[in-house]
């Protein structure tokens, strides 16, 4: 059974920062493509970021991002934890949402949209003051 715990979540003021993890539990990041996602009350859950495998050979791990959090955070993984993290700076008042990792089994395929992952964790609030 595959599991994906997140946590870092919390109260920051806006131009802070925070770090999401998430531990991956019944499957191996190697073969798992991961992202994370967010739902802000009343709004649907969106697309904030995924990384991906370069190709077989290479393995080089490729992000990507949402236009509103580029430049300010950062995904990436811990082959060894079997963590996925998500670094937040310069927080904004409109990044307050709940966040949730995502994993699918297509690790060299980008995916953008909630209905491509297979498993998701529980959510962790981030709130950002003004």
């Known amino acids: 059974q595959v599991q994906l715990v997140e946590s870092g979540g919390g109260l920051v003021q806006a131009g802070g920062s925070l770090r999401l993890s998430c531990v991956v539990s019944g499957r191996t990041l190697s073969n798992t493509g991961m992202g994370w996602f967010r739902q802000a009350p009343g709004k649907e859950r969106t697309f904030v970021a995924a990384?991906?495998?370069?190709?077989?050979?290479?393995?080089?791990?490729?992000?990507t991002y949402a236009d509103s959090v580029m430049g300010r955070f950062a995904i990436s993984k811990d082959s060894a934890k079997n963590t996925v993290y998500l670094q937040m700076n310069s927080l904004k008042p409109e990044d307050t949402a709940v966040y949730y990792c995502a994993g699918h089994t297509s690790p060299y395929s980008l995916k953008r949209e909630k209905f491509e992952y297979d498993y998701w964790g529980q959510g962790t609030q981030v709130t950002v003051s003004s």
């Open positions: 990384i991906r495998l370069s190709d077989i050979f290479r393995r080089d791990i490729l992000p």
